[in-house]
């Protein structure tokens, strides 16, 4: 079966680390991506991993670990515009599977 | 702006009418999906075409009904729908890539209301 798990909601303060952790069982793996989702708009890409380890764009950090099944995205210098859900997918094939997504408020 | 365009963004209809969600993608892809996005639910897939030819039908209902003329464009025709068919409808398109690894790119969605 398909199974992706991440937390519901998660709060953090302005200027600090967060980390978003996703945990996936799939019957197939391509790739590990990330995407942000504001209220009322598009998923955006952020990041993807296909290799075990860290993949750094900017303030975004993605990390994959295939034998465990697991992903985090790290989002460093919170800003209050970070608010946001954020989506992670396993691809398969051509087709991705997402998770429940990950509610992140960041408070001043 | 993410290339992708989607129309109507709000749609409210009557579980008799018959209607249609536009897709378009302005980025040359070769792939493109539906996707459905329920309250506190994951993104489903519904379908997904490419190069024009539908190669997945999630086990989605026939009142739903996908139709890919070119491969810039994307429907989905609604009818007799129901209350629980309610939900923002993602519009997605990508570069079909054996080699490259290569994300999704998401239209804004519509919002459907059924009432």
């Known amino acids: 079966g398909q199974n ?21 069982q799939t019957s197939g793996f391509n790739g590990l991506f990330w995407y942000q989702q504001h209220a009322g708009e598009a998923p955006t890409f ?29 989002l460093k210098e919170l800003q209050m515009k970070d608010s946001a859900s954020y989506l992670c997918a396993v691809r398969q094939g051509q087709n991705f599977v997402f998770g429940p997504g990950t509610r992140l408020s960041v408070l001043p | 702006e993410t290339g992708v365009t989607q129309t109507p963004r709000h749609l409210v209809m009557g579980m008799t009418n018959k209607k249609s969600l536009k897709c378009e993608q302005h980025l040359g892809h070769n792939a493109m999906y539906w996707y459905k996005q329920s309250a506190k639910k994951p993104l489903e897939l519904m379908f997904v075409y490419n190069f024009k030819e539908q190669t997945e039908n999630n086990s989605v209902p026939s009142r ?4 890919c003329p070119n491969s810039s464009h994307l429907f989905l025709h609604l009818h007799t729908l129901q209350p629980e068919d309610s939900a923002l409808y993602l519009c997605a398109s990508r570069q079909q890539d054996s080699v490259q690894n290569t994300e999704a ?11």
Request: net charge negative.
């Open chain 1, 4 to 24: 992706i798990d991440q937390p519901t909601e998660m709060t953090a303060t302005e200027g600090a680390i967060v980390q978003i952790n996703c945990t996936y």
């Open chain 2, 64 to 67: 739903f009904s996908p139709e």
């Open chain 1, 46 to 74: 952020l990041s993807y991993n296909v290799l075990d380890g860290l993949e750094e764009k900017g303030r975004f950090s993605s990390f994959l670990s295939r034998s465990k099944g697991y992903s985090y995205l790290l």
């Open chain 2, 105 to 115: 790119f998401f239209g804004q969605g519509t919002r459907l209301t059924v009432v």
